[in-house]
């Protein structure tokens, strides 16, 4: 059966980095409605400009976009069969209960666990200050934790890395109270379920890293 894990946690917490860690060992896609909704900035529609506006701001896209964006992803081939490691949704409890029917009556799968990542608000900041990401394949980076081997440039595609919009100190806060406000309620809802993991996001990379891995494919041992 698929195996669907959700990474949660607020802004710059390591969930889009340890997902494009884990990918290969999980053999699970990564779906990341933040880089799929920052896609969207090539469409000229009037939807493509409000959310761009709005991702500007620090602002949450409304859940019917967001989950729309997300389910037509999900129905690609490469994720229907394997599940997908999903960064930065849910975010909202509609979310939530939107995503446990549509596994169920689509994919007949449901959430097999949820990754919490917790971090303050002020380590929020240094590191989204310090991060520059690859525009086209959403790659991470750290000028200081986790640097490119030469600087500003992708190491796998020998690209240039940007500073993304959103990642203005002030914008960053904004996403972080948003996040106490709306996504973090999911906490409750996760443990509830007895689907949470909480993940000691406070250390380097690199250690956190195999212990998502393993915890993952124990999930997936266990989801047959
Ligand atoms: P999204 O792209 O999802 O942004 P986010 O959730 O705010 O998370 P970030 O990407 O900022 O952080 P991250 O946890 O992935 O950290 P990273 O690994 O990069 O969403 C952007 C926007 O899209 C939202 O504001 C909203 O408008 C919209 N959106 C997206 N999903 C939505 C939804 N479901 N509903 C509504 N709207 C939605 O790491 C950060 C930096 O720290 C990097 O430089 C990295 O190298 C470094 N780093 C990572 N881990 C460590 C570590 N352990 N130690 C030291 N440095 C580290």
Known sequence: MATYVVLLGPPGAGKGSQAKRIVKETAIPHVSTGDLLRAMKDQD?????????????????????????????????????????????????????????????????????????????????????????????????????DPPKVEGIDDETGTSLIQREDDKPAVVRERYQLYLEKTAPLIDFYRAAGKLHEIDANRPIDEITPDLVDAIKALQRTSG
């Open 45 to 145: 529609t009037p939807l493509a400009r409000r959310v761009q506006a709005i991702m500007a701001e620090g602002g949450l896209v409304d859940d019917d976009t967001t989950m729309a964006i997300l389910r037509e992803r999900l129905m690609e081939p490469d994720s229907c069969d394997r599940g997908a490691i999903l960064d930065g949704v849910p975010r909202t409890l509609a979310q939530a209960e939107t995503l446990d029917k549509m596994l169920a009556e689509e994919f007949s799968a449901a959430v097999g666990g949820v990754f919490l990542f917790s971090i303050s608000e002020d380590e929020a900041v240094r590191r989204i200050s310090g991060r520059r990401v690859n525009p086209d394949t959403g790659r991470v980076y750290h000028v200081e934790f």
